[in-house]
């Protein structure tokens, strides 16, 4: 039996499986294309061919790993970006493995590389002033100042990712008494996000100066095209070193777009707000991740410590304190 040619396999993963099938979002898409991109040219540079005579061949364990450790040491991505080029990569190899029997020993040894445990990094939360002093930059006279303040009120208020937050229409909205925003998440997830009063007021301020169709995008450049992540990051970056002259603590920070989903999180926790219902406002697909927001509250932790009566006695010290061999208080278990 012919195997099937590689440009062939591709295009059956992308359109048939993960569009037809799977039915994944856009976003999912553009990711793992991009994945792609950068992989058979990192390859095509090695082997001296151009992209386009690359086979299923070329395509080994040895070039994938290669290629992760290019995209960490000479690219600087993160452990999380390896990942996920990596994942882009192993879903097509698993794919290709369910359908050309002559190739699944080739595509085991590419699914066989594990992804990369990454420290978990501190999370960077922003208090009430600093976001105060953040939302106070944006010069609201303008249009693009108008629309960078409701943006990141929304980012704040919802603690929605930038994306979701960016594909928002009026059709989202309920502007009217319960005010609420419907947000489309990660796997196409929907979920309701409260909106408080001060956010209604803004958002109804801004599409009555810049009225949008139902299905038109809220925020846009200014050229009218739907505003991009990037677009966002940059106007923000300027945003906090101006408000860092004045609140120093930012400039410490590395603030981004998702900096806002941090500091709702942490809101949310030190207002008592039960972790299953964050987990259900910020969309997260594990409760593990939610939990990281309350290990990360340091303030109710210190102000749960001042409710702590110090006078009482402690008692016996715990039996792993008690015995001087750490070997004897395992077998103790």
Not at 136 to 164: C, F, K, M, W
Not at 182 to 190: D, M, Q, S
Not at 238 to 250: D, G, I
């Amino acid at each position: 039996m012919k195997p099937t040619p590689f440009p062939q396999l591709l295009h059956a993963f992308f359109h048939d499986w993960l569009v037809q099938q799977r039915n994944v979002s856009h976003h999912t898409v553009l990711s793992y294309r991009d994945s792609w991109r950068l992989f058979l040219r990192f390859v095509a540079a090695r082997k001296t061919k151009s992209v386009a005579a690359l086979g299923l061949t070329d395509l080994t364990a040895v070039e994938v790993l290669a290629f992760l450790q290019h995209t960490e040491q000479e690219r600087k991505a993160s452990i999380g970006t390896r990942n996920c080029r990596l994942a882009a990569l192993r879903s097509f190899f698993k794919f290709v493995a369910d359908r050309e029997p002559l190739a699944l020993a080739h595509c085991a040894e590419v699914l066989r590389i594990p992804t990369k445990q990454a420290p978990e990094a501190e999370i960077c939360s922003l208090n009430e002033d600093e976001i105060t002093s953040i939302l106070a930059q944006p010069d609201r006279t303008s249009i693009e100042g108008r629309r960078d303040h409701v943006l990141l009120a929304v980012l704040y208020n919802t603690g929605a990712r930038i994306q979701e937050a960016l594909n928002l229409s009026p059709g989202n909205l309920r502007l009217k008494s319960p005010f609420h925003v419907r947000l489309f998440g990660k796997g196409r997830k929907e979920r309701m996000s409260p909106l408080w009063p001060e956010t209604v007021a803004l958002l109804k301020e801004f599409l009555k100066r810049q009225p949008r169709a139902e299905d038109e995008r809220i925020f846009v450049n200014r050229y009218g095209s739907p505003l991009g992540a990037a677009g966002v990051r940059f106007k923000l970056k300027q945003y906090v070193a101006a408000a860092a002259r004045k609140v120093p603590s930012l400039a410490a920070k590395k603030i981004s777009p998702h900096t806002f989903r941090h500091a709702t999180a942490v809101g949310l926790v030190s207002a008592g707000v039960d972790v299953t219902v964050i987990r259900s406002w910020l969309g997260h697909a594990s409760l593990d991740t939610t939990n990281r927001y309350a290990r990360a509250d340091l303030e109710t932790k210190r102000k749960a410590l001042a409710k702590v009566d110090g006078s009482a006695k402690l008692g016996k010290p715990p039996r792993w304190k008690r015995d001087a061999e750490i070997m004897a208080w395992l077998n103790s278990l």
